[in-house]
T-cell receptor, first 113, second 113 residues
Framework: QKEVEQDPGPLSVPEGAIVSLNCTYS??????FMWYRQYSRKGPELLMY????GNKEDGRFTAQVDKSSKYISLFIRDSQPSDSATYLCAMKDSGGSNYKLTFGKGTLLTVNP | EAGVVQSPRYKIIEKKQPVAFWCNPISGHNTLYWYRQNLGQGPELLIRYENEEAVDDSQLPKDRFSAERLKGVDSTLKIQPAELGDSAVYLC???????????FGPGTRLTVL
């Protein structure tokens, strides 16, 4: 079992839909949780960063962390065609290797106009 | 501010040939990372530099891969000889410190025939 599991999709939704992306993890040492967005032929860019359990909102994006269930989510409201990309969850611990990001496989999202 | 610059963007070589990738990090970023991203997977760390010192190269296949970061700025990742399984996107990232946000370059897409 990989440390981070993410459904690769692909996921196709109509414009304006609410999108839910999820990851599960097995390493209890993970304390920091991130979502990256990666457009085709580009490098990943940080979208959301959370530390504790709970919700964090930034515009149309909401990141949710449930440490008790080892489950994180990213919600996109009012999705736009420009949101079409691969979304990668990433995690790191708070110990000596706290620079090391462990990524999920990524979920390919297409928002259709 | 310029982002992380990588070249070449694409490289096609035959197996057993050598290949080198170049990275110029964001100005002032002393931490530099090389990742490999296989098709349909998340990035995996190969090596991390703090200034000119390689402080984590545990995931670098040292029989054929080498890296250097002379003068603590630009970095080069080399593969010699390349194998079919090395086909992937090689991403460079930099950060202002080991626990700071990592900014990724666009990557070099390597195809080994």
């Amino acid at each position: 079992q990989k440390e981070v599991e993410q459904d690769p999709g692909p996921l196709s939704v109509p414009e304006g839909a609410i999108v839910s992306l999820n990851c599960t993890y097995s390493n209890s040492a993970f304390q920091y949780f991130m979502w990256y967005r990666q457009y085709s032929r580009k490098g990943p860019e940080l979208l959301m960063y959370t530390y504790s359990s709970g919700n964090k909102e930034d515009g149309r994006f909401t990141a949710q962390v449930d440490k008790s269930s080892k489950y994180i989510s990213l919600f996109i409201r009012d999705s736009q065609p420009s949101d079409s990309a691969t979304y990668l969850c990433a995690m790191k611990d708070s110990g000596g290797s706290n620079y090391k990001l462990t990524f999920g496989k990524g979920t390919l999202l297409t928002v259709n106009p | 501010e310029a982002g992380v610059v990588q070249s070449p963007r694409y490289k096609i070589i035959e197996k057993k040939q050598p290949v080198a990738f170049w990275c110029n990090p964001i100005s002032g970023h002393n931490t530099l990372y090389w990742y490999r991203q296989n098709l349909g997977q998340g990035p995996e760390l190969l090596i991390r530099y703090e200034n000119e010192e390689a402080v984590d190269d545990s995931q670098l296949p040292k029989d054929r891969f080498s890296a250097e970061r002379l003068k603590g700025v630009d970095s080069t990742l080399k593969i010699q000889p390349a194998e079919l399984g090395d086909s992937a996107v090689y991403l460079c990232a930099s950060s202002a410190g080991e626990n700071r946000e990592q900014f990724f370059g666009p990557g070099t897409r390597l195809t080994v025939l």
